[in-house]
């Protein structure tokens, strides 16, 4: 529970359901800088509406201290994923590694059998009883991409009572409850980044970058810049360069310290290389798939995909652009379900490079 409308909506209607609910908040990071903003995740008034939240509905609340280890998978890899010049999605991480990991461990100590979060993404049974995850039902809200790692045992052990509902459904739900956060505005992306300062941040707990070159896809110089920690692909606001036609970030070359851009019809690519794969469930081998790399971007139909060890190589019906590395990648299935996902590797322009075959996988 992050003291938030969503995660106190879907405690209330558990609780309303008869469910016996524990509340879980997760202090998660405090900035130490004294130069960071104000606010970001689990401040004193967050932790303070979850407990009040709970004391409302009569369950008990607990407040469990992963800051250690929130730093240690979530905090220290992002610092060191722009550093090398990748651009990295911290929630998956948090939910792979903190929310889906350690807290499922926990709730078996409390002999909690689900973990309920307030997720709009849905859990659901086919007709086998066996777990599937679907996007849920706003598309403005779905948020079915930051899980996409998630794990078979994790899956068969979480409850998303709101998948099935709109944000404004959540919230007139809030009212009939009287769920006290209801009024609460919803949350930035980076919880850790309030002012939404990556750069700034990523400086200030020492991944800031030494001074480059900005390059041409030839290797002109076309101007510096003052560390590859403020770009990530696809990136045009910052250059500061002129150009008879708008130029984008390309390709960031942290080894050397370059920025290679580009124009806009260079960006897109329709192979993708994808580390780290998690499989829920393999397609069909007639099953239609789509690949999202960014949450606020729609999805690009996958023509072909191929396993090749810990990876999945993908061709793209259609080009993407500004497929940058250490994106999350997560492929869909019929029906909007979650069908797995990874880590972008690599991004490619050509088909040539790729033996491509249709899989074949079973169910």
């Known amino acids: 529970m992050s003291g938030g ?39 004193p008034d967050d932790i303070l509406d979850a407990r009040r939240v709970c004391r409302d509905l009569g369950v008990p609340h607990y407040l469990l201290n992963y800051r250690a280890p929130f730093a240690a998978q979530v905090i220290e890899p ?47 049974l086919d007709d086998t009883g066996r777990a599937r995850l679907l996007a849920g039902v706003d598309p ?41 956060t209801r009024n609460k505005p919803d949350s930035q992306d980076i919880c850790f980044i309030p002012d939404g300062d990556v750069a700034g941040f990523v400086s200030r707990h020492g991944g800031a970058g030494d001074p480059g070159a900005i390059v041409d896809e030839e290797g002109r110089v076309l101007g510096t810049h003052q560390g590859v920690h403020s770009f990530t692909v696809g990136q045009r606001k910052g250059l500061g360069i002129a150009s008879a036609e708008p130029l984008y970030v390309r390709e960031i070359d942290a080894g050397r310290g370059r920025l290679v851009v580009a124009s ?50 993908a061709v793209l019906r259609r080009p993407v652009r500004s497929l940058a590395p250490g994106q999350a990648a997560v492929l869909y299935g019929a ?18 490079s790729l033996v491509t075959r249709q899989a074949t996988a079973p169910r």
């Open 5 to 43: 409308v969503d995660s106190s909506v879907a405690a209330a209607m558990l609780a309303e359901a008869g469910c016996d609910v524990v509340g879980i908040t997760l202090s998660l990071w405090e900035d130490p800088d004294p130069n960071g903003p104000d606010g970001g995740c689990c401040t």
């Open 78 to 124: 992002f610092v060191k994923a722009y550093q090398q010049g990748l651009t990295p999605n911290p929630c998956v991480r948090c939910n792979n590694h903190l929310k889906f990991d350690r807290l499922m461990d926990r709730a078996a100590e409390l002999d909690a059998h689900w973990v309920a979060t307030g997720h709009y993404a849905q859990v659901v």
């Open 140 to 180: 403005g809200k779905d948020q079915s991409y930051f899980l996409g790692g998630t794990t078979r045992p994790a899956l068969d052990r979480l409850c998303m009572p709101l998948g099935g509902m709109t944000k404004a459904e959540v919230r007139a739900e809030a009212e009939r409850l009287e769920v006290r």
């Open 264 to 313: 806009a019809e260079r960006l897109g690519a329709t192979e993708v290389s994808i580390e780290e794969w998690s499989w829920l469930r393999r397609p069909a081998a007639d099953e239609p798939t789509s690949l999202k790399v960014r949450y606020r971007g729609g999805s690009a139909p996958v023509d072909s995909w191929t396993e090749v060890g810990t990876e999945v190589e």
């Open 335 to 352: 029906g909007s379900e979650v069908l797995g996902g990874g880590t972008v590797a690599r991004a490619r322009a050509s088909r040539s």
